[in-house]
């Protein structure tokens, strides 16, 4: 990527990083604990391309002794941002958002290619704003993916004459719906659903129903359709009210991740008026990154910037609709009563476990999916050898880092085949974030191995019974 100075300020580099709250970068020790966790600097061996070494040259930014340059902005561009080294250090550095602070600060000052301003401007500042776009696009991924062309190019002698990352692009491709989920169920009140068939005795059904919200996202409201009305069935079937805010918005997560928080602050705004004063329990997500992003929507407004000194958000109102956002698993393992009550098939299966890493590392959310998967009659969850490695997804990673993504993806593989000799009858693996599954299912079908790879609310729906006769 071709970088140069933009002169879009008279500020020195040290005033820059002085106008957002940087002090936290101090808490390295430089101990290096971080190192084996991190999927770039166990590809490349470069300590720059490690989280010490990015820590290094944030600092060096924040302290005025580096200069906003290719040698510098490069490695901090090549970071997963999968903060793995965040679950690894003892003193506690938050390296995801100095991180996205840093790429914030960047993005501002710094000028970038043609190609990239294109695709910034069309992408994430048009495509995840608009759901009638989202809708097009997505009504274009469907039929381009019935034409069969997909298909033509990975299974035929077109997959070694063509660019490897566009045959790789073709297995990437989601499962369009050409539909948008919030609207099909916008601002309505969807009542509990009940079973006939519930066992007397087993569980106590509360008296007052729980109303929670579904979070819709940008790309997971027009593609994986059977993820969000999985979740919804889930919900309703344990007891709770669902609502679909229709005015809510994308996260914003891959703006951050890319440096774009102005548009990100945009979205946290928008999603924090569509939300409120609904007298929620809770905001459900089903989305690793989405989830991550929505709990720290605070850290956007620390910048001293002119928008911000608009926005008449407290750090409490912020903190208040962060603490509500919980994931479709950790909640639904919150009700293990409830579950057990719910009539499962008792078919024997064998499902590897895939942690993503926006889930593990940024939420801290680890036992209770694999506690709540174990828990199904007949199931055996494997976790996959190394299922907290990064699967090189990450965000929009795999489009601009195509080869170091490959290189992460490669291992994640590796692991999956690993697994999976050791467990040849599993038929299923699971995975909380749509760009895992995603990334997983095409490393999995280009490579012919032969597994379902599927949301975890999606495998839960599937086990239930709804129709006995």
């Known amino acids: 990527m071709s970088i140069e100075f933009s002169h879009k300020t008279v500020l020195s580099t040290k005033e820059l990083f002085r106008q957002a709250d940087f002090d936290n970068i101090l808490k390295c020790v430089h ?3 971080c190192l084996d966790n991190c999927p770039t600097y166990r590809e490349l061996g470069d300590e720059k391309d490690s989280p010490r070494g990015r820590l290094y040259l944030m600092r060096g930014l924040w302290e005025g002794e580096l200069e906003l340059e290719a040698e510098v902005i490069d490695p901090l561009n090549r970071c997963l941002d999968c903060r793995a080294c965040e679950s690894a250090c003892p003193s506690g550095v938050p390296y995801g958002e100095l991180l996205e602070k840093t790429r914030g600060i ?27 776009l989202l809708i097009t696009a997505s009504w274009i991924l469907k039929i381009y993916s019935a034409s069969g062309l997909p298909k033509l190019i990975t299974n035929t002698i077109l997959a070694k004459l063509l660019p490897q990352p566009f045959v790789f692009q073709q297995h990437l491709l989601p499962k369009c719906s050409g539909k948008s989920f919030k609207r099909k169920h916008a601002d309505q009140i969807l009542a509990p659903l ?16 729980l109303r929670v919200g579904m979070f819709s996202g940008c790309i997971m409201d027009v593609s994986e359709a059977a993820i969000h009305e999985s979740t919804m069935t889930l919900l309703r079937h344990i007891g709770c009210e669902v609502e679909v805010p229709g005015n809510q918005s ?4 891959l703006h951050v991740h890319s440096g774009d928080r102005k548009t990100a602050r945009e979205f946290a705004l928008k999603n924090m008026a569509a939300f409120e004063n609904r007298h929620l329990d809770a905001i459900i997500t089903n ?14 407004f620390t910048e001293a910037t002119a928008e911000n000194q608009k926005d008449t958000r407290s750090a409490a109102d912020w903190k208040n609709f962060e603490n509500k956002v919980t994931d479709i698993l950790e909640f639904l393992s919150a009700y293990p009563d409830l579950l057990a009550n719910l009539p499962w098939s008792k078919d024997e299966d064998i499902v590897l476990y895939d942690a993503p890493c926006h889930l593990l590392h940024a939420q801290k959310v680890d036992e209770n999916p694999r ?15 190394e299922s907290n490695w990064c699967c090189g997804s990450a965000g929009i990673y795999n489009l601009v880092q195509p080869e170091l993504s490959a290189a992460v993806l490669n291992r994640k593989t590796e692991s999956i085949r690993q697994t999976l000799a050791q467990n040849p009858k599993a038929s299923t693996i699971v995975t909380a974030n749509p760009g895992c ?6 490393g999995v079908r280009s ?23």
């Open 287 to 300: 989305a690793a990154g989405c989830g991550a992003q929505l709990q720290e929507y605070h850290h956007l």
């Open 31 to 33: 101990c290096g604990l």
């Open 437 to 442: 599954l995603y990334q997983i299912r095409a």
């Open 371 to 385: 506690k709540l998967l174990n828990s199904l009659p007949g199931v055996k969850l494997v976790v996959l050898k």
């Open 447 to 469: 490579n012919n191995i032969d597994l379902r790879i599927l949301h975890p609310v999606v495998y839960l729906a599937e086990r239930l019974i709804l129709n006995r006769s």
């Open 194 to 209: 009940s079973i006939e068939d519930k066992q007397e005795g087993s569980a106590q059904i509360r008296k007052e129903n």
């Open 106 to 132: 960047i993005l501002e000052n710094t000028q970038h290619s043609l190609k990239e301003r294109i695709l910034r401007f069309f992408l994430l500042r048009g495509l995840f704003r608009y759901t009638n």
């Open 250 to 253: 994308c996260c914003g997560a």
